[in-house]
């Protein structure tokens, strides 16, 4: 059986990944996942925002929030490394003080990339979520909530960022495709998030 990210973590070398190549591209389909979310999906993650690395905008031109390291656990402790899909929202405020315009505040979809990222070869497990949005400000030590609900792919080594790039666009695309299904959609009301912060017009 697969691994899951916690059991990969008690280990003592950082696990090695394949390096995408041709035939993967060739053959990513466009949606993924059964018709309703199955075991262990959905999954509920939380925490304060923190700083990566900072490559994610810089490099990729896909900002990620890291989620802290306890946050991650539920997740896993469940699930291999790779990457996933879901809703997220972000609160609008920040040590009491609100920050986040109201657009920025509501549920968005996004992807999830949890592992050692092969390409940047990190030393620790990250748990990033990037959200389809395009935020106003940062929003770094909000608190964030999401639910996972499917998984897309194995976390990949690539030959250039340029490849790296490529398979984030088609893992958003799925993401969307995935997620336009009602099984799904119907988690964007989920009661986890804040209906208050998105009042639906
Ligand atoms: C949807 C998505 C898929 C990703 N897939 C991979 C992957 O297969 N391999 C990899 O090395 N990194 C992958 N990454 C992680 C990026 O390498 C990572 O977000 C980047 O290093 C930015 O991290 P930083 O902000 O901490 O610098 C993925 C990120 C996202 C958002």
Redesign the pocket.
């Known amino acids: 059986m697969t691994k899951t990210a916690a059991e990969l973590v008690l280990e003592e070398s950082v696990p090695s990944?394949p390096v995408?190549d041709k035939s993967f591209r060739q053959t990513r389909p466009s949606i993924v996942g059964p018709e309703v979310p199955e075991s262990p999906f959905p999954i509920v993650l939380t925490g304060a925002v923190q700083r990566?690395?900072?490559?994610?905008?810089k490099?990729?031109g896909?900002?990620?929030a890291?989620l802290p390291d306890e946050s991650i656990l539920p997740m896993s402790s469940v699930t291999q490394t790779g990457?996933y899909y879901g809703y997220a929202q972000v609160s609008r405020e920040k040590d009491g003080e609100v920050i986040l315009a109201e657009e920025d505040s509501q549920v968005f979809p996004m992807?999830?990339?949890l592992?050692w990222?092969?390409?940047?070869k990190?030393e620790k497990l990250?748990a990033?979520i990037?959200i389809m949005h395009d935020f106003k400000k940062d929003f770094y030590g909000h608190e964030m909530q999401a639910i996972v609900l499917g998984y897309i792919?194995p976390?990949?080594?690539?030959v250039s960022r340029e490849a790296?790039i490529e398979?984030?666009e088609t893992?958003?695309r799925v993401a969307l495709t995935s997620l336009a299904r009602p099984g799904y959609e119907k988690f964007r009301e989920d009661p986890l998030f804040d209906a208050t912060a998105h009042p639906r017009l």
């Open positions: 990944a995408r990566g690395f900072g490559r994610g905008g490099d990729l896909c900002p990620t890291n990457v992807v999830m990339s592992g990222n092969p390409f940047y990190n990250t990033e990037h792919r976390e990949l080594d690539y790296l398979d984030i893992d958003k």
